[in-house]
């Protein structure tokens, strides 16, 4: 599995974007870059998937650097429900998830 | 609502007991995994079945064990339990074993004491 980097937390204010950076430099051509988020006292929930290129959900817009070394998650209009702790996860076949310590986001209203 | 269910909600047992925690996946869903989230280790995977058989393991102890059953529910039994097995335990679901999303239950909260 792909090892990734995140800041330890980051912050912004609502109703503004958000980026969410990962690096991932030791990734292989066919790791998934994955993306949950966990809200408080829930279980982690799935954001956005991506391979190569840019994808969008209702969630969220993961756009993935060319040489695959990094990826951001952005958050197109942050609201107080986006606060949670977002994880990064490189996944290669066997499908199991091996999460870091991964980035505590803060709202301000 | 992710789909997943499981039971109980909490638990608060005494060192030395066993216990057992349950996970229903989602309609359709054969894979079932389940992890364990503790203050000091955060999330960590501990076993996966696909329809009935072991796929994975990751840093699960002798002291638990795991099974899936016929109607693909889960459940992981917790012996011998220690102080340091306090912890959140999250199950979680997906159609298959390749590449795709989990779709994770909200917990059962394990407290002993």
């Known amino acids: 599995d792909a090892k990734t980097t995140q800041p330890n937390s980051m912050e912004s204010n609502e109703e503004e974007p958000v980026h969410l950076p990962c690096n991932h430099s030791?990734?292989?051509?066919?790791?998934?870059i994955h993306w949950y988020r966990q809200l408080p006292s829930q279980g982690p929930e799935y954001v956005i998937h991506?391979?190569?290129s840019n994808v969008n959900n209702r969630m969220a817009s993961l756009a993935i650097a060319e040489d695959r070394k990094s990826s951001t998650l952005i958050l197109h209009r942050a609201t107080l429900r986006d606060a949670a702790v977002y994880y990064c996860?490189?996944?290669?076949?066997?499908?199991?998830?091996?999460f870091g310590q991964g980035t505590r986001l803060t709202i301000n209203p | 609502d992710s789909g997943v269910t499981q039971t109980p909600k909490h638990l608060i047992t005494a060192t030395g007991q066993r216990v057992t925690l349950r996970c229903s996946p989602r309609?359709?869903?054969?894979?079932v995994y389940w992890y364990q989230q503790s203050l000091d280790q955060g999330l960590q995977f501990l076993i996966q079945?696909?329809?009935?058989?072991?796929?994975a393991k990751g840093n699960i102890l002798e002291r638990f064990s795991a099974q899936q059953f016929p109607d693909l529910h889960s459940e992981l039994n917790l012996s011998s339990l220690e102080l340091g097995d306090s912890a959140l335990y999250f199950c979680?679901?997906?159609?298959?074993?390749?590449?795709?999303?989990?779709?994770f239950g909200p917990g059962t909260r394990l407290t002993v004491l």
């Open positions: 996860i490189g996944v290669r076949g066997a499908q199991k998830l091996v």
């Open positions: 991506g391979l190569t």
């Open positions: 079945y696909y329809n009935g058989e072991e796929r």
């Open positions: 030791t990734i292989s051509g066919t790791d998934y």
């Open positions: 309609s359709g869903d054969l894979s």
């Open positions: 979680a679901s997906s159609v298959a074993v390749h590449t795709d999303t989990q779709y």
